[in-house]
């Protein structure tokens, strides 16, 4: 447990139903959009628990710690990233439109979901202060004193997200997860959301960074070029999914489907899609980069490249996927 009475959210990976037989298979790809696919079971629609979730029109702020050893070339793609939620591009397909599907997501008094994301404050610990073998509850310790020390302030409508580099070993990470997120009670009584993902480059990135990586177990296929690097790619969708799910399931009340303590969420709900035609061993139609080869299906800031998750949508019913 990381805190006896917040049980935390885990995160199923994308390719859950390819790498890990750990849950059920709850995809909702609708092939043609009104019809849905094969691999559909029509039981899957996220109840709405009554609970908070993180609304408008405040901006989400991001409270990002680099934990280990992180190359500016791996670091520049992230944050800008986060950027893309706030500034747009001519494309017509962007990291913003990506999150206008959240928008769908209400709490009781007809609030949705905040359509701002920003990336407040950033820290860094290359000295692994924690080491490189992290249990989950030292996460939320290591966050927490953060915030009542003040090196971070205290925001309920933040996500303090911790990133952790392939070097270190996080427990649950690359098990039964590619990340999760939490809540923690800090000193002045407050509640706040955190979260976690790691580097899967090293360690697995066949489940955490597909499709990206071949998967050790599953339908046989060709890994896929990365726009930004097999590893930070991998972070992005999994930072993309805890931002749904931590958004509109912020603390076990919200938005899911199944068992509270390991829910499908806004993400997860739609596993290993992320385009249209998807199957299990195949993500989807996506665009590819005629220079490089990459396969992506979202633009960002400063010509960014990024390949995002298909995000359930509650008005619909069905895995909107990004087009």
């Known amino acids: 447990m990381l805190f006896k009475s917040l049980p935390l959210f885990l995160l199923l990976p994308f390719n859950i139903l390819i790498a890990l037989a750990i849950a059920p298979v709850s995809q909702a790809l609708?092939?043609?959009?009104?019809?849905?696919?094969?691999?559909?079971?029509?039981?899957?629609?996220?109840?709405?628990?009554?609970?908070?979730?993180?609304?408008?029109?405040?901006?989400?702020?991001?409270?990002?710690?680099?934990?280990?050893?992180?190359?500016?070339?791996?670091?520049?793609?992230?944050?800008?990233?986060f950027a893309s939620f706030s500034n747009p591009t001519a494309k017509t397909t962007t990291v913003a439109t990506w999150w206008n599907t959240i928008l769908s997501y209400k709490d009781k008094a007809g609030n949705s979901v905040s359509s701002k994301i920003r990336l407040a404050k950033q820290l860094g610990d290359v000295k692994y202060s924690l080491g490189k073998n992290i249990k989950r509850a030292q996460i939320t310790t290591y966050v927490k004193n953060k915030i009542d020390t003040k090196l971070l302030p205290s925001?309920?409508?933040?996500?303090?997200?911790?990133?952790?580099?392939?070097?270190?070993?996080?427990?649950?990470?690359?098990?039964?997860?590619?990340?999760?997120?939490?809540?923690?009670?800090?000193?002045?009584?407050?509640?706040?959301?955190?979260?976690?993902?790691?580097?899967?480059?090293?360690?697995?990135?066949?489940?955490?960074?597909?499709?990206?990586?071949?998967?050790?177990?599953?339908?046989?296929?060709?890994?896929?070029?990365?726009?930004?690097?097999?590893?930070t790619d991998g972070i992005i969708m999994n930072i993309a999914t805890v931002l749904a799910g931590a958004t509109t399931n912020p603390f076990m009340s919200g938005y899911f489907q199944g068992d509270a303590l390991a829910p499908l969420e806004a993400v997860t709900a739609c596993p290993g899609i992320f385009g249209a035609g998807a199957y299990p061993g195949y993500p989807g139609d996506l665009k590819v980069d005629k220079m490089s080869k990459a396969s992506y299906n979202a633009y960002g800031v400063n010509g960014r490249k990024f390949l995002l998750p298909t995000m359930w949508d509650p008005v619909q019913i069905n895995c909107k996927v990004v087009t």
């Open 30 to 81: 609708n092939h043609n959009l009104n019809q849905p696919s094969s691999l559909v079971p029509p039981s899957t629609i996220l109840t709405y628990h009554g609970g908070p979730i993180l609304n408008g029109p405040s901006p989400i702020s991001i409270y990002l710690i680099w934990y280990g050893s992180f190359y500016q070339k791996d670091r520049a793609p992230i944050t800008d990233f």
């Open 155 to 231: 925001d309920p409508n933040g996500i303090y997200l911790v990133l952790t580099s392939k070097d270190v070993v996080v427990e649950q990470f690359c098990m039964n997860s590619c990340g999760f997120h939490s809540s923690i009670v800090t000193s002045t009584k407050r509640r706040l959301v955190y979260a976690h993902v790691g580097d899967p480059a090293v360690q697995c990135p066949g489940l955490c960074a597909w499709p990206y990586a071949i998967p050790a177990y599953g339908p046989p296929g060709q890994a896929l070029v990365a726009p930004n690097g097999i590893g």
